[in-house]
């Protein structure tokens, strides 16, 4: 932090990273893919450190994706094991520092110990207030809103709600990221210049940072990087740079 001077006022609230790079990371060191994964883990600390130093309040990580569930079953088996593990190993740390376990996806896809290990490390944390973590796994953007607009149907047809009712505001509501601020940074590691079906709704108007670090090479530093480059961006909106002014005077 102190190799970039941040403007403490203008910190992103909601920052939300695509973790790439992992397996391209542990086949230029000719280890196997897991062994990126199993690296990644610190780069996780790195960034949640990083964040709870500067006052971000939300950090939303794309930890599994639903197509992810199309890799080999020997890489999904590790990853679920590694996702025990490190909940397990990190619990104590989340406490200590104020951090609030979340999770968005389809979490009931996981292997049961995963689904379990979440629950107790979730129960655990629920009353830090410092800056809420938010995993997504499982996760897809379409299916959330394919969901929402499901349940929002079924709702019209049974009277329960009134489809002239239905705005940017109410979809909001009946996605799993109806209680966290749209993120107004997305970090996406490894030199891929995608979304990768993350967020799509919510992303509406983040800035987007992209950097050909791969991930479990991503520190502290990198993340203080990001956030230095967001501060020289002027959001907008769809107005005008006088518009902004004007509203700030």
């Known amino acids: 932090m102190k190799d970039f001077n941040l403007d403490s006022t203008r910190i992103p609230k909601h920052v939300a990273i695509i973790m790439d790079g992992n397996g391209r990371w542990a086949k230029q060191k000719g280890e196997m893919r897991i062994f990126g994964h199993t690296n990644g883990v610190g780069s996780v600390r790195e960034a949640l450190t990083a964040a709870g130093e500067i006052g971000v309040e939300y950090l939303t990580l794309y930890a599994f994706s639903s197509e992810?569930?199309?890799?080999?079953?020997?890489?999904?088996?590790?990853?679920?094991?590694?996702?025990?593990?490190?909940?397990?190993?990190?619990?104590?740390?989340?406490?200590?520092?104020?951090?609030k376990l979340a999770t968005i996806g389809d979490i009931e896809f996981l292997p049961e110990s995963c689904q379990k290990a979440l629950e107790e490390a979730k129960q655990s944390t629920k009353d830090n207030k410092k800056i809420t973590l938010i995993l997504a796994l499982s996760y897809s953007s379409r299916r959330e809103i394919s969901l929402a607009v499901q349940k929002m149907t079924n709702e019209v047809v049974k009277g329960e709600l009134d489809s002239s009712a239905i705005n940017e505001e109410l979809i909001s509501s009946y996605l799993s990221t109806s209680d966290y601020p749209d993120p107004e940074l997305l970090i996406r590691t490894s030199g891929e210049n995608r979304v990768s079906n993350f967020l799509m709704w919510q992303l509406a108007y983040t800035e987007l940072y992209f950097t050909k670090i791969l991930w479990p090479d991503f520190k502290k530093k990198n993340f203080y990087k990001a956030i230095f480059d967001y501060q020289k961006r002027e959001r907008r909106f769809g107005k005008t740079s006088e518009q902004l002014l004007d509203s700030n005077a």
């Open 68 to 99: 992810n569930w199309s890799r080999p079953k020997e890489e999904i088996s590790a990853l679920m094991d590694l996702l025990v593990q490190s909940i397990y190993n990190e619990v104590d740390e989340l406490n200590s520092k104020g951090v």
